[in-house]
C-alpha cells in the first residue's frame, strides 16, 4: 500500500472503528474518498490524523470519528435527500454524496462555498447542489430525511426542526465550549421530535 492507503486504513482501523463507528456502507464510504484531497496543502500532513484541520475563515474540518458518528448516527439510504448546512471543504459533503441520492450543502461563506464546490466537482459527485445561504433562510416547509450541522449551535432554531421529514434525522452538536453535546434528532410527528445525546465534544460556532 502507498503511504496514503495505510494512512487511511488506520484511520479506519484504528480511529472510526474503535469509536463504535460499525456501519460497512459508512466505513466502505472513508475507505473509497481520499480526505487528502479535501486539505489545504500546509496540512495534508494531517489530513487522516485525529484532530481538527485548520480551513481557513474560521473554519476546521471534523476529526474522522466524528464524521464516523456523524454519518453513521444519520442512518442514510441510498434514495434519501440531505441537507449539509457548513460546506467546509467538500469532504463530509462527498461522503453524504456517496450514500444520499442528493445533498444540498449551505454556507454562509462565498470563499468557503467556492472551495467545496470545486473539490466536490474535481471528485466526481454530481449529485450535490452548492448554495450560499445562511440558517434563517433555511425554508421550515423543506423535507429532508437527513440534515448534518458541521459546526455548533448555541440552540436548534425551529426552521431547521421543521425542515426534516417525518421520520427525518439530524446531527447537530449544541452548547457552549469547552464542552458541547452531538445530539441526533428525530421528526416523528408533525409537532413532535426526540432527542438523543451521543457524544461531548467541542466544535467552532456556526456562522450566521
Known sequence: MTNAETARFNMIEQQIRPWEVLDNRVLSTFGQIDREDFVRDAYKGLAYADCQIPLGNGVNMLPPIIEGRLLQALLIEADDEVLEVGSGRG???ACLAHLAQRVRSI?????IIDFARTNVAS???DNVEFEQCGLAQIDATEDYDAI???RSLATVPENLKQA???GGRMFV?????PVMQALL???IGASEWTTQSLFET???RLQP
Not at 173 to 177: D, L
Request: proline share 4%.
Open 123 to 125: 471528485y466526481g459527485s
Open 91 to 93: 469532504y463530509l459533503t
Open 164 to 166: 426534516l421529514k417525518t
Open 173 to 177: 452538536v449544541t452548547g457552549r465550549s
Open 185 to 187: 434528532i428525530t421528526r
Open 107 to 111: 454556507d454562509s461563506n462565498a470563499e
Open 202 to 204: 467541542d466544535l467552532p
Open 148 to 150: 448534518a450541522v458541521t
